[in-house]
């Protein structure tokens, strides 16, 4: 059994908000690049909602997030899934990040956006109650998941979701 390793936040200290997936698919784990399938839409949303052209490198959608306030990164550090769906998670496998370190070198953050149910399921399960007070009293809000596998919404339907990141920049 082959274990997943995620990837380190793309984050700076006056980081203002995070988003949270659960775990890296395979295309992003293969690629090295958070949400590098071409059907997600976490990407053109973000490029939408930060008012920036689909022809950015990865690198300058990652300075673009950073120039905004936002963080990136998974809730879950390791898993072992067989493919890329949340639902395929061997939950006795996972090891989640470290968030009260994270909150704690990151105090500007004010509020947490979860990609899906399930990074929101994770964090509350494993993670939330780690955090002191303060952290657990930030502002948790679950977005509709930009996976190409969640396909109930439309993508014009999920940006306008979306949308209320802006009130946190």
């Given at each position: ?23 890296p ?10 949400y ?6 976490f990407?053109p949303?973000m ?5 920036a ?13 950073l120039k ?8 879950l550090?390791s ?8 639902s395929d ?7 989640t ?12 953050v ?12 994770l964090?509350?399960?494993?993670s ?7 952290q657990?009293?930030l502002?948790?809000f ?8 969640h ?6 339907q999920?940006l306008l979701q ?8």
């Amino acid at each position: 059994m082959s274990t997943n390793h995620g990837f380190p936040p793309i984050a700076a200290p006056d980081t203002k908000i995070l988003i949270l997936g659960s775990m890296p698919g395979q295309k992003s784990l293969v690629e090295n690049q958070y949400y590098a399938h071409p059907r997600n839409s976490f990407w053109p949303i973000m490029l939408k909602l930060l008012k920036a052209g689909n022809e950015l490198t990865y690198d300058e959608r990652k300075t673009l997030l950073l120039k905004n306030n936002i963080a990136l990164w998974d809730v879950l550090k390791s898993c072992y899934r067989e493919g890329s769906l949340d639902s395929d998670i061997d939950q006795s496998t996972i090891e989640t990040n470290d968030f009260k370190e994270f909150f704690s070198k990151h105090k500007h953050v004010n509020a947490v956006f979860f990609n899906g149910a399930k990074a929101e399921q994770l964090f509350k399960k494993n993670s939330l109650k780690t955090l002191d007070q303060a952290q657990q009293n930030l502002s948790f809000f679950r977005l509709p998941s930009t996976s190409p596998a969640h396909a109930a919404l439309t993508f014009e339907q999920k940006l306008l979701q979306w949308e209320v990141i802006k009130r946190f920049l």
